[in-house]
């Protein structure tokens, strides 16, 4: 089961005063680069007005007529008088009902690269999307940040249950901001734990971008497979299809933290990386590839057993590991012959893990271990042996189930 998109990622704040996850207050306007601030106001389509030369500039919120509420952001801070200038920035921004105002507040707070995604779909009352156009974008966006952080832990045509726990606490300092209109989504990766995933977004993008290009010429896989250095997997063309799927189109930007700066190897601008509806067939395609051509993995795993079945009292079963060790997944199923489903089951009768080597199958997600032998149990130190124990009285119909047969 997969888990929906709002448990990896916080929504954005809505209060006039900076939420908990800003710090432990509010901004201190001496910690804040005026030229930070002004790349962010600048990003986020505020207007630069002019102003005293050298000293500071003037800038108004979009759309904003001149002569309107402004903010006066100092050139650096060298003026005795920066410092006041940024605090009453900050407080403007701060009260500021526009979302542009946030998002600045953001950047500044938890330096951030953005990556913004839109879908080209019709407008409903007063511009307004629906409920089930906003859910569809916010869980491609999901599927999407998913996809890289799995290609951060390292490159494959198809993860499965694979890494998925990494994954996800790559993603836990993640802050998301729907755009008015429903139709476009903002998520901030903080730099300090998310850049990795960030990067290997932006140079994926561009590959799947080429790839769909090629294909479409030529009718060759090639760049498909070619792709997946860079980050390209079955995960990623999934989330693609799903932001296109029921639109015109659909655009993915990145932009870079102006306080943590471009990361090598990126472009400093990038324009947004487009997908159509003609897309679709060339990355059905690529992802069903992936999902055939990703071999079995050898693997020598140590797991807790946490069910086991058979048909009757005697003969081979199967039973379920929470794995500890030897793969990135949380669990695994085995199909055990008569001896080793009894090893199992008398090791976890004793409160210990067992260790089995076999061959984790790509056929169902990496979760099933085939070919396994050498079944032995595991010695663990008396805590965690406790544990394991008080395991199994939580669950003795399982094992019940498991001893009388089925």
């Known amino acids: 089961m997969h888990r929906p998109f709002d448990e990896s990622v916080r929504p954005h704040p809505t209060g006039d005063v900076p939420g908990p996850w800003y710090g432990d207050g509010e901004l201190d ?14 990003r986020h389509g505020w207007r630069r007005r002019g102003g005293a030369a050298g000293r500071y500039a003037r800038w108004t919120p979009p759309g904003h007529a001149a002569g309107g509420t402004s903010l006066l952001v100092p050139e650096s801070l060298s003026f005795p008088d920066c410092e006041d200038l940024l605090g009453e920035a900050l407080t ?3 009260r500021s009902a526009a979302p542009s105002a946030r998002e600045v ?26 409920w089930t156009v906003q859910e569809q974008l916010r869980a491609a966006a999901r599927q999407m940040l998913m996809a890289a952080a799995l290609a951060a832990r390292g490159r494959a045509g198809y993860y499965g249950a694979r890494h998925r726990r990494q994954a996800q606490a790559a993603l836990e300092g993640v802050l998301v901001g729907p755009a008015p209109g429903g139709r476009s989504l903002t998520a901030f990766v903080p730099v300090q734990t998310g850049r990795a995933v960030v990067v290997r977004l932006y140079h994926a993008l561009q590959a799947a971008r080429d790839a769909a290009d090629y294909q ?13 250095e860079a980050g390209v997997s079955r995960e990623l063309t999934e989330a693609v299809i799903a932001l296109v799927r029921g639109a015109e189109g659909a655009r993915i930007a990145l932009e870079w933290s102006p306080a943590a700066g471009v990361p090598q190897g990126c472009a400093p601008r990038n324009e947004p990386v487009e997908f159509s509806p003609g897309d679709l067939p060339a990355l059905r395609e690529a992802g069903a590839r992936y999902l055939t051509d990703e071999p079995s993995v050898p693997v020598r795993i140590t797991g807790t057993v946490v069910r086991m079945r058979r048909s009757g009292p005697r003969g081979a079963g199967t039973v379920r590991l929470r794995v500890l060790a030897g793969a990135e997944v949380p669990h695994v199923r085995v199909a055990l012959d008569e001896d080793a489903y009894r090893t199992a089951g008398h090791a976890h009768l004793v409160g210990l893990p067992i260790r089995v080597v076999g061959r984790l199958e790509s056929r169902g997600g ?24 008080k395991s199994l009285q939580e669950n003795l119909d399982f094992f019940e189930e498991a001893c009388q047969g089925e």
């Open 29 to 42: 306007p001496a910690q804040v680069d005026p030229v930070v601030l002004g790349a962010l106001l600048d």
């Open 92 to 94: 403007a921004l701060a």
């Open 105 to 130: 507040l953001v950047g500044l707070t938890v330096p951030s690269d953005e990556i913004r995604w839109w879908r080209d779909v019709p407008q409903g009352p007063s511009g307004a999307a629906s």
């Open 216 to 228: 479409r010429a030529t009718g060759g896989m090639e760049a498909f497979d070619a792709a997946v």
């Open 366 to 389: 990496f979760r099933r271990l085939t070919d396994a032998s050498n079944v032995v149990p595991v010695q663990v130190d008396d805590a965690e042996r406790d544990r394991l124990m």
